[in-house]
């Protein structure tokens, strides 16, 4: 599957980014522009939907945790929804899952090693390890 991604606007400063396929070194750029472009335009919340992610690495993954930090730093959030399980698996080895909203909702429980991912964390609709 060719890597693409599509925008969808959810309100005047919220868009919901639908990457498609699989987020890799080679792969980046549409997501990569996607991100920049929402916040080039001042969107304050950007949910990330990974539900048609079929492979995400640690570049795809620096990605999305750099357009993390740049909303932050503008008073701005962005939350990752459909997290399938190894997408999961690897922002909790790496202890993202302590950094980046996660949709608690959408996060797809995988035993790790504090007991099940996903369960009641200290901030409604975030998971925590």
């Known amino acids: 599957m060719v890597p693409s991604v599509r925008v969808e606007v959810t309100g005047r400063d919220a868009v919901v980014v639908h990457p ?21 335009a001042g ?6 939907d990974l539900r048609q992610v079929s492979f995400l690495d640690s ?14 730093s503008a008073g701005g959030r962005l939350v990752l929804r459909n997290l399938n ?20 909702g959408s996060v797809t429980p995988v035993q790790t090693r504090g007991g099940l991912a996903g369960q009641a964390g200290p901030r409604p609709g975030v998971a925590r390890r």
């Open 85 to 104: 399980e190894n997408a999961y698996r690897l922002l909790d080895v790496t202890n993202l899952t302590t950094v980046i909203d996660i949709d608690h």
């Open 59 to 72: 570049q795809g993954l620096a990605v999305i945790l750099y357009a993390h930090q740049r909303q932050r």
């Open 20 to 40: 498609e396929g699989e987020i890799d070194y080679s792969s980046l750029e549409p997501l990569r522009e996607a991100l920049l472009d929402a916040r080039i």
């Open 43 to 48: 969107v304050r919340e950007i949910i990330v």
